[in-house]
């Protein structure tokens, strides 16, 4: 079952097709053939010549095992120093900057609370004398009921 999509593909250029299989073979599969066959030689080689025992090439395969390990280990081991270090230095730094950066959190809080405050003066303000103006004419009303 074909989709609409394939109706949108060109068929592949055999030229190109067989050159890029060329070099895959030349890049790839040639460079592994040419590593597995030199180890089958020196395994053959040694077996023939019959050097060492089971026990010494156990051993230096443990040790071809354990060598990258040890290596991958101690570059492990270097990037967590220089990360702990790294740490050390930023917790250094941490302080001050919070610090200024709270002190503008402040600053920039009253300039908020200050704005806003000017922006409702204009209502509250009125309004203020009003209730104001309206509390003296209760007092003054209480006084004269009182007489």
Do not use: H
């Amino acid at each position: 079952m074909s989709s609409w999509l394939d109706r949108f593909q060109r068929p592949p250029n055999p030229v190109t097709r067989a050159a890029f299989r060329r070099q895959v073979r030349l890049e790839i599969y040639l460079p592994i053939a040419l590593a597995v066959l030199l180890i089958v030689v020196l395994v053959a080689a040694v077996v023939a010549v019959g050097y060492g025992t089971t026990s010494s090439w156990a051993d230096i395969s443990l040790v071809l095992l354990a060598v990258p390990l040890a290596i991958l280990l101690l570059l492990l081991t270097a990037a967590l120093a220089g990360a702990i270090y790294l740490m050390f230095r930023l917790i250094g730094e941490v302080p001050p900057i919070t610090s200024r950066l709270q002190e503008g959190a402040d600053q920039l809080a009253g300039a908020v609370r200050r704005g806003s405050d000017v922006a409702v003066k204009p209502i509250l303000a009125p309004a203020g004398v009003a209730a104001a103006l309206a509390e003296v004419g209760r007092s003054l009303r209480a006084i004269f009921r009182a007489e």
